[in-house]
């Protein structure tokens, strides 16, 4: 038995070389003899992968094949204590995208789970893999001719089969915020965040929005209780700007907007209109990267405050099905949930990858019985014709949530061309359903009674007014009993009294579809010199939303309104066509310049489709100001149903490349033709200095833009919205109107125009010994801002009134327009440090976050001249939010405790700035426990916020007339309490 040392090792040029290889007769093949297992003490913290099997190699004495570039950077898990070497390798190696054996003739080996041949034995031959090289290395030395193939480690880890004679080469990695092929993670010129699969399993929260939000203190989420479309697709908030300043993409590529325009929502999203992330299931993801920083520039409209990434997985070894089920502590809000994904071999050279989940959840119900009912009690009425409570503030019931998402990938080159074909996509629908204001049958104007002098509404059913019913009269007046009864006795005439004796809440819902399909080519032409490389393809994007509404009334019909409406459907269509390119080129620096150009091509589409005639129609009562439409929901008419469409064509360049071997720069530029919105130039400086070992600088500088949405040009519509006054909910009429209309120019409204922002972030990164610290400073001016605002009609406007198209019974207007500036700065720290202190390996992470924004008005007349408009959009997120992470893990148990604090912020009740008040602070901790009951078979107990904390009740919840909305309605850190789960994950 004879030993073979042989190292691969890093030089400060970033090459491979070996040495010192000392060698027998070996070649001949002798048999190895089993030896008893060895035992190795470890004390290693996290760090990049070369450099821990490194180590581990030293410790061992085993040599190492590491056929990866430095451009491949990997974090592995620390390792303390005493283990076999295999056992160590597992154990570090745990949840990376690389593995690696330990063989009988004591080397290293080491492959990716990123290839696509990781589990296909005839391409991917570990062992064939190493006795070729090492032949290689003796043939080097000897001059011996073995006459077996040779093969070259590269960046791009080309291995050439010797079965097969097929090139493979393993998955390019690239990262958002670069387009260089290879960059790390680690050496990122803006601030990343990557939440791999093991953050996404071990999630206290069912949804990805919330997942997020939970561990990125800059990202907001708010469970809108009843915001009409907010509450069916949830907005969410990067770095205290809109949900429409995130751009969204799925495997690099942009996601399409949903159906839905935030109307009626918490002061900072009012009149965005964002992305659905809900079609998204955790389960199809490999990883989350979320960029932090302005890249408008690199990516298009809408990238100001940030760019999240999802990577959908495309390992053909991953095999898993999950199952989860809980509730909240009040014995509400059960869900349960199942979901799975298959991995497979696709053709001889491809992956495919399919997930689904479905899942079903109940409604939460966290307020109080209004007071103001027991005078309806106290007067006659059942107590079983009231709802209790009146109105249930909480999360909504969703149903039929079904997610499917596919991802192929098949390799098609058979030369040293590397080329691709890809195509994945998504298919989901869901239902949700909610509560809307209660309509109290003594007060509610418009539909009990007549909103201009007090009295009740009796409906006269027949053809000529001769149905003798009596006069109306004050609710609760001398003789108010026997005109009701009198009524109710009548054939010919009607009160809504009848239907709903004790008041009535209108049910909410939405039937919410989406799909969407990308299709690509991708691949490199090598020339000898260098490659380039071209990603070509394709995307199609669409989401539906069907609206209705039930228990409600269209009070101009009278007696002969249906209760169930189908208010119609908003739909948004998008197709981008993109071609992508790379080349580098040498021109002496440290690395070569990674040249990056491509053209975009966006095609945008808003359709409204009309609902049913009972939701929208004038019926024959509406002299007395009968309320038109379905209440709470009038659907979209004839008149404002349609589509609109836009096309946009973009061209960019991007420079990037490392000019020594501590300072790196990239430099982008991207013109975009926007159609009759205009044009936009955008740029943007990064750069990154590594001072010394421990210590890097890195900073951006970048203009950007986002343009108006063909929703936000074109959406009109009628809505309807609540205050309180006097202790009465009173409800005020809404019509959106177009920018250009008579009536909101007078208020300077005009021709939208694209937001324009210019941003500066700099950062520092430091490792000091196994602590890891950045810390970023960003600063971003957006001009121009644009949003939805409200205007009550007042008695000068009534010139303006019918050019603008407004109806009779419309108490405000709703318009958008580019109405103020905003400065938006803050901080992010994110400390982690690997320790050993209850399991075999510890980790404790903290991520802090303060976030400033001052607005600047622009127009005297804006809405944001008031003191609590302009409040609830500067503060109606925390400021300061931090998430503090502990997890540890030991033989079979793993354990996670999350702590998040959610600073002060002002919220406005029933989002009606009015009734704003500032809300304390609040602690939300998170555990989790986790058994490994077999290799393949997990399952964890948890509990999201474990202590049942709720943030501070709201000052006027329990006063009669509030509705019995106790809790701040747009707290982020949700008002429903405490909520426990069990999850159970077999890998098969």
């Not at 992470?885 to 919220?907: K, L």
Request: include cysteine.
């Amino acid at each position: 038995m004879y030993k073979i040392f042989s190292r691969l090792i890093k030089s400060k040029k970033h090459k491979y070389s070996s040495f010192n290889i000392v060698f027998s007769l070996l070649l001949s093949g002798h048999t190895f003899v089993c030896q008893a297992t060895e035992y190795y003490e470890f004390k290693l913290p996290a760090m990049n992968a070369a450099e821990a099997l490194d180590k581990l190699a030293d410790i061992s004495g085993y040599s190492l094949l590491y056929p990866f570039g430095d451009a491949i950077i990997v974090q592995t898990n620390p390792l303390f204590g005493t283990y076999s070497l295999p056992d160590a390798l597992a154990k570090i190696l745990l949840n990376t995208p690389i593995n690696a054996i330990a063989t009988e003739k004591h080397v290293i080996a080491v492959s990716s789970t990123l290839t696509n041949y990781d589990s296909y034995s005839e391409h991917f031959n570990t062992k064939l893999l190493l006795k070729i090289e090492l032949n290689r290395q003796f043939n080097d030395i000897l001059n011996i001719d073995v006459n077996v193939p040779s093969i070259t480690f590269q960046n791009t880890a080309e291995l050439k089969s010797k079965n097969e004679h097929k090139e493979i080469e393993a998955e390019r990695i690239q990262i958002i915020g670069s387009r260089r092929i290879n960059r790390s993670p680690r050496d990122a010129l803006a601030p990343l965040d990557i939440i791999n699969k093991q953050d996404l399993k071990t999630r206290s929260n069912s949804d990805i929005i919330s997942t997020l939000s939970s561990v990125i203190p800059s990202y907001n989420s708010t469970q809108e209780a009843i915001s009409d479309a907010g509450t069916l697709v949830r907005p969410a908030n990067l770095r205290g700007l809109p949900t429409d300043s995130i751009l969204i993409l799925v495997n690099g590529k942009r996601r399409h907007r949903s159906g839905v325009i935030y109307e009626y929502i918490s002061g900072l999203n009012v009149g965005a209109h964002g992305v659905d992330l809900e079609p998204i299931p955790s389960i199809a993801l490999k990883s989350v990267e979320v960029l932090r920083d302005g890249a408008a520039a690199q990516y298009g409209s809408d990238a100001i405050a940030g760019v999240i990434n999802f990577s959908l997985e495309n390992s053909a070894d991953v095999n898993r099905i999950e199952m989860r089920t809980g509730q909240y502590y009040q014995g509400d809000g059960t869900k349960f949930e199942l979901s799975g994904i298959v991995g497979t071999n696709f053709s001889e050279s491809g992956t495919a990858n399919f997930s689904f989940e479905l899942s079903e959840s109940d409604a939460t119900s966290r307020g109080i019985q209004d007071p103001a009912v027991q005078s309806l009690i106290d007067s006659g009425i059942n107590i079983n014709d009231i709802q209790d409570p009146v109105v249930i503030w909480g999360a909504p019931k969703i149903t039929n949530n079904v997610k499917l998402v596919g991802n192929i990938e098949v390799d098609i080159a058979s030369n040293s061309n590397y080329k691709q074909l890809y195509l994945f996509g998504n298919w989901a629908q869901r239902t949700v359903d909610g509560s809307f204001f209660y309509r109290h049958p003594n007060t509610r104007a418009g539909i009990f009674t007549n909103p201009n002098d007090g009295t009740r509404l009796f409906f006269d059913m027949t053809n000529n007014n001769s149905g003798n019913c009596p006069a109306p009269t004050i609710p609760g007046s001398t003789g108010d009993a026997e005109a009701l009864k009198s009524v109710f006795s009548n054939v010919n005439c009607f009160a809504f009294n009848e239907r709903f004796p004790g008041g009535f809440t209108p049910r909410f819902s939405g039937k919410i579809n989406d799909s969407s399909i990308v299709g690509g080519f991708r691949g490199s032409i090598d020339n000898n010199r260098a490659a380039l490389t071209y990603d070509i393809s394709m995307v199609v994007g669409r989401n539906y939303i069907d609206y209705g509404l039930r228990n409600s009334v269209n009070a101009s019909l009278g007696e002969n309104s249906p209760s169930i409406f189908e208010l119609g459907s908003q739909i948004q269509t998008e197709r981008i066509f993109n071609t992508d390119f790379t080349y580098p080129v040498d021109v002496g620096f440290e690395s070569e310049l990674n040249i990056a150009f491509g053209f975009q091509h966006h095609f945008e589409q808003f359709e409204v489709v009309a609902g049913d005639s009972a939701s929208y129609e004038i019926g024959p009562f509406s002299s007395n100001g009968e309320a038109i439409g379905s209440n709470g929901f009038p659907g979209f008419s004839p008149d404002t149903a349609g589509k609109n469409e836009r096309k946009s064509n973009a061209v960019y360049l991007d420079l990037e490349t490392d000019i020594t071997d501590n300072f790196s720069i990239s430099l982008a530029m991207r013109y975009e033709d926007i159609g009759a919105i205009g044009n936009s130039f955008d740029g943007k400086l990064s750069a990154r200095l590594q001072v010394t070992d421990e210590i890097a600088l890195r900073s951006t500088l970048s203009s950007g833009f986002r343009a108006p949405t063909v929703a936000q040009s074109t959406l009109q519509r009628i809505s309807t919205s609540n205050s309180i006054v006097n202790d009465r909910v009173v409800q005020q009429r809404s019509q959106l109107v177009s920018a250009l209309s008579p009536i909101a120019t007078a208020r300077y409204g005009g021709e939208l125009e694209p937001e324009t922002a210019s941003s500066f972030s700099f950062g520092v990164l430091s490792e000091i010994g196994p602590i890891n610290i950045t810390l970023d400073y960003f600063y971003i001016e957006v001009d121009d801002r644009l949003s939805l605002f409200s205007s009550e009609i007042v008695a000068s406007d009534a010139p303006l009134l019918a050019a603008s198209e407004i109806n009779s019974n419309v108490t405000n207007i709703q318009y958008y327009t580019n109405d103020f500036n905003s400065t938006t700065q803050g901080v992010d720290l994110v400390v982690s440090l690997p320790l050993s202190f209850i399991g075999e390996y510890d980790s404790i992470s903290l991520a802090f976050n303060f976030t400033d924004t001052q607005l600047a008005v622009t127009n005297p007349k804006s809405p944001i001249t008031d003191i609590n408009v302009l409040r609830e959009r500067e503060e109606g997120i925390p400021k300061t939010r931090s998430v503090l992470t502990y997890s540890f893990s030991q033989e079979d148990i793993s354990a996670m405790v999350r702590i998040n604090y959610y600073g002060s912020f002002y919220n406005a009740q029933f989002n009606d700035v009015s009734l704003i008040e500032k809300v304390s602070p609040l602690i939300i901790t998170d555990v989790e426990f986790s058994y490994d009951i077999t290799d393949n078979l997990v399952v964890a107990l948890g509990a999201k916020n474990v202590f049942d904390a709720y943030p501070k009740e709201y000052s006027e919840g329990r006063t009669s007339g509030f509705l019995g909305a106790i809790y701040p309605l747009n707290s982020p850190a949700s008002f429903n309490g405490g909520h426990y789960y069990l999850r159970m994950g077999w890998d098969f």
